[in-house]
């Protein structure tokens, strides 16, 4: 059997934009072959549309109220049991935490290999080869799975490019049911919380991270601003975060998130290798800090030496009167 | 009742790596414990005082590993045991999580596991829900926070910090947990616990011993490959005022269409 | 001959290395601008047990080796001096005077409390005008019954307004002769009436350090804290400097590491000409230096903590290890800042506290003119050890471990 399927993670009922970079991967991996969205959840319908528009032929959606929210029990035994049944030769998602995890669980059920977190990836007949970044980014890793079962991976977000939707796609949805009733679950979601306001680091296409130069809680004022502007996320270095001026969910590198956004302004950081694992393969970053001599400036494409409390608002207010 | 961490010795994250002809990778002799079992581990030594447990720490891995077991003795764990078989070169998730499983049976009355998020040297988490998976218990990932638990009764309830923000969830017990860096102010050694744990006698368990098949991985490492060098050096923005340099600087991103 | 360090002295080097990089290093530069001492060192240090590292478990300590101080001093001065001075006070110069002099009532009555960390120890032996020359003290202690009455004045005194127990010494007989016979040493402790201290600002380095004064005037100490016999006082305090040098020297080594390890990660960053500026051979040169320094310094302190553990008598290769790694240190400072250049100059880089801190090593502790005077009365014959009524007991593992 052939085929490549993706899990569609979901946020707000819409396909996560890494969920829909992993479809336009699917796509080009599938050839000739069909690219089959896995949809689950609580009304789906929307994305399940979404899906078959950024280029799945088929979807296989499963609509219940034990599936509302991602559960590992619960979606690792219906892959698992599709998976069986109709065999497919890849199965991708991408490398959030609920997609690590997903994967990683069906694969153990069959068997079978799983890539995790990668930046490039292709399929030469039984052949799924990937490129990973490892040691904290500072050299990739070629791995492969040569095997005619299904083959799992998981993809970074921003690595690969969605297709622009195309509203007149179409492709059939088939309805399963799912494997475990609510009461074979053992795990129960209470609530969830969201932090107001803020753009996901991991998707966002420009992020605007601060480090130990803003001196204080307060000193992320402008940052924020900087942010605001730009539309895009908030980071902040371990230095930061460690110092409790700015909460751990915020914090880019090697313990904290791994960010690849097209452009990366990193402001009063100094770049400690450990910070450079999680922002490497950002494609354009700007540094700003008072030390020339400080080591972001060998990773920038752009540097301005001075004062970040001069030069950050003055930036804030440059970018607004060019991008109004 | 028993809790169990995994950990392993990964290269010092201030090593250089460098890659030879032939794909092989050199970082140094250098190695310390992976850096997010340092929460792993503080978090059972925690557990240890606040209830009536056992700690374990485990290793799947050749003697160079050892160190990390006795980095988890010096800090407060029980006892620590280590896992090797020449089934097990290689890299692929799922033989080394049939290895944890199996040692994992073999130690009995396990509650809970804890896994640091992921492994620093091969950016990979997929064993911990394989454990899980190959158990079948609750797995709970990216765990900043344990709000509860209750090894008697055998529920645990927990903070995940997903993409989609904070999920408070409860869970029955045996279960795997993965934890973040969010979860605890990472231990040091006690010098007691460093006597002890130069002292520690630590027995290594074969796959026989364990009697688990490991089977074969699928997953194989070619070769490792330098990063994409970057191009050019860093242009820095003159200007005689801050102003003047933020202008020019949005202009050229403008101009190169990063915007 | 066997070089390496056990597994256990690896270990508790690593853990004292990761405390003062993470929990002091960060915040500490603001310490030093302050002046003031950086308020989680003492604390930690006690809850760790640094400071109680080389005292037998039975006496409230660790249990480790003598080894195993010069490698915590090492690591404490590689984040800052002041870190280091508590173990040269509160350790070398205090609590190991308990466990070589004091009787078994006085280790548990007045060691165990320090080796936890519950009560923190200083040492007062120099006076406003009696320094290099202690024998010239003024302070003076009578016998009155069950007590002695001290008065005087002791100067430069480290954690002189945070230590519990102070180690003094006074003179129970001003017209002994020789003078050094008359000299008796006492515990007396903080909150004896007529004690007072201060702290003393505006010193060149060790600025997160506190030094200070302590003054007695007509304080009653019972004969039960008098360390020693009467008139023993000299020897006591000699033997406190083969200890308190031992750490001061084993701290300069780490003071020598700071400078060379910024200077490597300096040199390798910043680019003259074209290149990184350590590719140009005098940069070399001064990097080949202080590795040099580094080198020899440590093993001339190992060598000193080596024969403590033995038991062996070690005054002349204390004070020739703590003359040489304290005079590298300063020379080692001066090259790092030349090495960071413009940069070094200025409090933006640890270089210029570094020159700072290591001033003072070469006056404390017996100036550096006072070991080179040491060292040629040994090889000139002028000068050989006496044995001591109590010699610093050698490293006995099972008695140093074994929990009561």
Redesign the interface.
Known sequence: MSGVWVWIEQGDGKPLPASLEALGLARQLAGSDPVTALVFGQGVDSAAQAAIQSGADAVIKANDASLAAVRFEPYVALLDKLIAEQKPGVVLAAATADGRELMAGAAADAGAGVLTDVTELTLDGDTLRAVRPVNGGKVLRVESIQDAGPKFATLRARAFKALEPDAGRSGTITEVAPVLAEDAVSTTIESVEHEAGGVSLTDASIVVSAGRGVGGPDGFAPIRDLADVLHGALGASRAAVDAGWIPYEHQVGQTGKTVSPDLYIAIGISGAIQHQAGMRTAKVIVAINKDPDAPIFKLARYGIVGDLFEVVPALTEAFRKRLN | MHVVVVTKNTPDTEATITVDANGGANWGDKMVVNPWDEYSITEAVLLKGAHNVKTTVLTVGTEQHAEALKHGLAIGIDQAVRVWDAALEGDDSLVYARAVAAAIKKLGDVGLVIFGKEFADSASDAHIYQVARLLGWTMLGFVAKIDAVDFAGGTIRVQRLTEHGTQTISGKLPAVISVVKDINEPKYPTFIGIRKAAKADIPVWSAADLGVDLGSGKVKVERYQELPRREGQVELIEGATAQDKAAALVDKLIEEKVL | MDFSL???HV??Q??VR??AQREIY?TLKEWDRKQQPHPRVLPRMAE??ILG?NIPVRYGG???DYLTLALVCEELERVDTSLRVVMSVHMGLNSMALLQWGTEEQKQRLLVPQARGEKIGAFGLTEPDAGSDPVSMHATARREGDVYVLNGEKMWISLATKADHILVFAKTDPAAQPAHKGITAFMITSDMKGVSTGDIHGKLGVRAGSTGWVAMQDVEVPAENRIGEEGEGFYIAMSCLDNGRYTVGAGAVGLIRACLEDSIK?SL??RTFGKPIAEHQLIKQKIAYMQQWYDAARLLILRAGWMKNEGQRNTRETAVAKWFATDMSVKAALEAIQVHGA?GFSD?YDVERYLRNAKGAVIYEGASEIQQLIQADYALGFREDRPLRCELPAYDVDFW?EEE
């Open positions: 056990s597994e256990e270990m508790a690593q853990m990761d405390f960060p760790l047990g590292i660790q249990g480790f300096y960053e910043r940069y933006e471990q």
